[in-house]
C-alpha cells in the first residue's frame, strides 16, 4: 500500500504541480488583501478537490455511458501527460500559465480567481482529471482506491500551503530554481506517462 501511496503522490504532485501554481497565484491577487488571498485559496482547492473526487469516484461509469474501454483511457491519458511533460520540460507550461496570469490582470471586472483560473484549469485541468480516473481504474479494491484519495488529498493540501504562501515561496525560490525543479518534474512525469501507455497497450493486446 505504501508503494502505492508513493506512486500515486508523486504522479498527482508532479502534475497538479503546487510550486508552478504559487507564483502565478501570487501574480493574479496582488491587489487583493491578505483575507482575500486566503479565502480564495481555500475555495480554489476546495472547489477543485470537488471536482476531482467526481471524476475520481464517477469516472469509470461516465467512460461506461461512452463506450469507452479502460485500456483505451490509459493510452489515450499517457499520451496528454507526456505532452505536459514536454511542456514542462521546454518550459511551454510556465509561459502558458503567465499569459493566461495576464489575462486576469488586465481584465479587472474578474475579482474573485478561485474558480477560474484556478480551480479549473489549473488545479482541476484536464491532466490532473485523467490522471485521477488513471489511477482509480488501476486499483484493485476499496482500499487501494482511499489510498489514491488520501494521495489526492494530501497532494491538495500541499497545494492550499503553497498557495497560502505563495509570496513567501517566490521570493526564495526565484525564476532560475522554478525552472530546474519543472524541468526535473517534467521528466520524471514523461517516464510516469509511458508506464501508463505500456499498461494501457499490454492491456488492449492480452
Known amino acids: 500500500m505504501l508503494e502505492l501511496f508513493i506512486s500515486a503522490f508523486v504522479t498527482l504532485f508532479v502534475l497538479i504541480d503546487p510550486l508552478g501554481c504559487a507564483p502565478v497565484y501570487a501574480s493574479i491577487t496582488t491587489d487583493a488583501t491578505a483575507q482575500q488571498r486566503r479565502s480564495m485559496a481555500i475555495r480554489a482547492v476546495v472547489i477543485a478537490l470537488l471536482i476531482l473526487l ?16 479502460l485500456d483505451s483511457f490509459r493510452i489515450a491519458g499517457g499520451i496528454m501527460l507526456f505532452m505536459i511533460a514536454l511542456e514542462m520540460v521546454f518550459e511551454k507550461r510556465t509561459q502558458r500559465r503567465e499569459d493566461r496570469a495576464q489575462e486576469i490582470v488586465h481584465a479587472p471586472e474578474i475579482e ?31 482500499q487501494e482506491r482511499l489510498v489514491v484519495i488520501a494521495a489526492l488529498a494530501l497532494t491538495l493540501f500541499l497545494m ?15 525564476k532560475k530554481i522554478e525552472a530546474v525543479i519543472t524541468r526535473l518534474l517534467g521528466v520524471l512525469l514523461a517516464a510516469l506517462a509511458v508506464q501508463f501507455i505500456i499498461d494501457g497497450l499490454r492491456g488492449s493486446f492480452s
Do not use: N, W
Open 54 to 69: 467526481l471524476f475520481a469516484l464517477y469516472g469509470k461509469q461516465l467512460l461506461g455511458v461512452l463506450g469507452i474501454g
Open 112 to 142: 474573485d480567481v478561485s474558480v477560474f483560473p484556478m480551480a479549473m484549469p489549473m488545479i482541476a485541468g484536464p491532466g490532473s482529471i485523467a490522471t485521477v480516473m488513471l489511477l482509480m481504474a488501476r486499483a484493485q479494491d476499496m
Open 160 to 174: 492550499l500551503l503553497s498557495l497560502l504562501a505563495a509570496g513567501p515561496i517566490m521570493a526564495v525560490l526565484g
